[in-house]
């Protein structure tokens, strides 16, 4: 590792990780917008008052991502309805009936051939985030005069040409050719959608259009911008909370009979905690990233703090508070919204919480128990605590291979309940919640945040999970070297996440569109 301390303290060395090396990459896969990208993609083309769709076909997971999982995602007949409907309710609020404006033109009647090839060569480079071929636009510009001639009302055939653009595949769905280096239409979305999680804006879009965004120059100029767009904030969060199935919190329910906090509410604040420390980490301060499982500073309203046992900082909305020295509180791993996510309705679950610490922190793979398993914890009886009943589960070696090296870094979350309340004792017996994690011991919760943020499977892992999101499959054989150089580059700038998302976008292998 490279990590270079004075970066930490606020000054900037330059670090020049060597040559980038040369690698095989897989061919690009046809990718289906997310459901979050599709309602950023829709809003930044038509503004935030939108109405957005609600009933989209559910996105599919690969890796814990969804951004992969769309190169695998099959669009069911059900999900095209859904499109369909989709596409009319959006085309309904810009040129539906007792509409205005909408259009580039003021058409001198319902079939003017020239305002319509106008609105589509226009909407057009929006929808479908590329020049569109004569071809298209002879036939989009057709529906707009015959549909409008019939209708007696140029804005009907608009609206229907957009009805059609906006349930189109061109738009639905991110195409890359392959092989050899991304052109650069292709290359502007890859950029977009990695950085900002939406689609090209105009100035990409023209820097694409003219040629301009395959020097590196410009791509250096265009990504310094993006970088420093607000929308990055909004791709930085939203990265993270796919990472972490933060959508999960949506509608989870705990049972009222066992948690006095659990609510809606609780966990929709838990929800913006975590995204708000993750972007002051990554955007407003430029911190080290391993300081995620370690620090203090987290963002709380009135129901967060009364679960952390602090005081409210505020009687209404959220503030930025420094939890106390001694608490056992502390990182990513003290979030409500990581414990109870990692958890059943009524207790805890160390499984499941380390799982999280395994599979989602440190990129470590755990194969899921055969079908035939009885996964079902021991009760109370002479076991009181969730170690004890683990440790007669354990005994059985079908068990064992999988509870071990879960179990022994999860049990150090012990001291949160299922709702994320601290707790020193369950069913009246000490709760120990010691261990040891690849070779470092800690003695809780707080020295397992410590022993994460010096393992350097913690670094390495989002390096390769950043990667993926890039470029949009998982990480093959052939990457594992450009991998490796962008985790050295992040190590000797300080770990700094926002510095390798602008490492990943400068890099040559980022507009590979497959090895030829």
């Not at 309805?81 to 404006?101: F, I, K, P």
């Not at 999680?197 to 020097?215: K, Q």
């Not at 265009?222 to 796919?242: L, P, S, T, Y």
């Amino acid at each position: 590792m490279h990590w270079i301390p004075l970066l930490v303290l606020g000054c900037s060395p330059a670090y020049d990780p060597g040559p980038e090396p040369a690698v095989v990459t897989p061919e690009p896969a046809l990718r289906r917008l997310t459901i979050r990208q599709y309602t950023n993609t829709l809003q930044d083309l038509y503004g935030e008052d939108l109405v957005l769709p609600t009933s989209l076909e559910p996105d599919t997971r690969l890796e814990g991502l969804a951004s992969l999982g769309a190169a695998v995602s099959a669009t069911s007949p059900l999900g095209v309805e859904r499109y369909e409907r989709a596409a009319d309710l959006v085309a309904s609020q810009l040129l539906g009936e007792g509409t205005t404006g909408g259009l580039p033109c003021d058409p001198s009647g319902p079939a003017d051939s020239a305002c319509a090839r106008q609105f589509v060569e226009a909407e057009g480079m929006r929808v479908f985030r590329r020049s569109l071929t004569p071809e298209e636009i002879d036939r989009l510009a057709g529906l707009v005069t015959t549909v409008g001639s019939q209708a007696g009302d140029f804005r009907v055939g608009a609206f229907t040409a957009l009805t059609a653009m906006l349930q189109s595949p061109h738009f639905v769905y991110r195409t890359e050719h392959a092989p050899g280096t991304l052109d650069a239409f292709e290359l502007a979305s890859r950029l977009s959608y990695f950085l900002w999680d939406g689609p090209p804006d105009t100035e990409l879009l023209e820097a694409a259009a003219s040629g301009a965004l395959l020097e590196p120059d410009m791509k250096r100029e265009q990504v310094e911008r993006m970088v420093a767009d607000a929308r990055f904030r909004r791709g930085v969060r939203d990265f993270f909370g796919e990472l972490y199935h933060l959508e999960g919190l949506d509608g989870m329910t705990k049972d009222p009979n066992v948690f006095s906090h659990a609510s809606p509410e609780l966990w929709a604040s838990s929800k913006v905690e975590t995204l708000a420390v993750i972007e002051d980490l990554v955007v407003d301060r430029d911190a080290d990233y391993r300081t995620l499982m370690t620090s203090r500073r987290t963002y709380v309203d009135h129901r967060l703090a009364a679960l952390y046992e602090i005081p409210a900082p505020t009687l209404d909305g959220f503030a930025w508070v420094e939890l106390p020295e001694g608490t056992g509180r502390r990182g990513l791993l003290g979030h409500a919204s990581v414990l109870g996510l990692n958890a059943h309705p009524t207790r805890s679950s160390a499984t499941r919480r380390g799982k999280f610490i395994r599979g989602t922190l440190l990129c470590q793979f755990i194969p899921p128990p055969p079908a035939d398993v009885d996964t079902s914890i021991p009760e109370a009886s002479n076991a009181p605590t969730l170690r004890d009943r683990l440790q007669v589960h354990q005994e059985d070696p079908t068990c064992a291979s999988c509870h071990v090296p879960l179990d022994s870094v999860g049990l150090a979350l012990e001291n949160f309940d299922g709702e994320a309340r601290w707790r020193e004792r369950e069913n009246d017996a000490r709760i120990d919640p010691s261990g040891v994690v690849d070779g470092l011991p800690f003695d809780d919760a707080v020295g397992l945040g410590d022993a994460l943020a010096s393992h350097e499977d913690l670094t390495t892992c989002i390096t390769e999970q950043l990667y993926a999101y890039a470029v949009g499959h998982p990480v093959s054989n052939g990457e594992d070297e450009v991998v490796l150089w962008l985790h050295d580059d992040f190590a000797g700038n300080g770990f700094s996440v926002a510095h390798l998302m602008e490492a990943i976008a400068l890099s040559d292998v980022f507009a590979k569109g497959g090895t030829p």
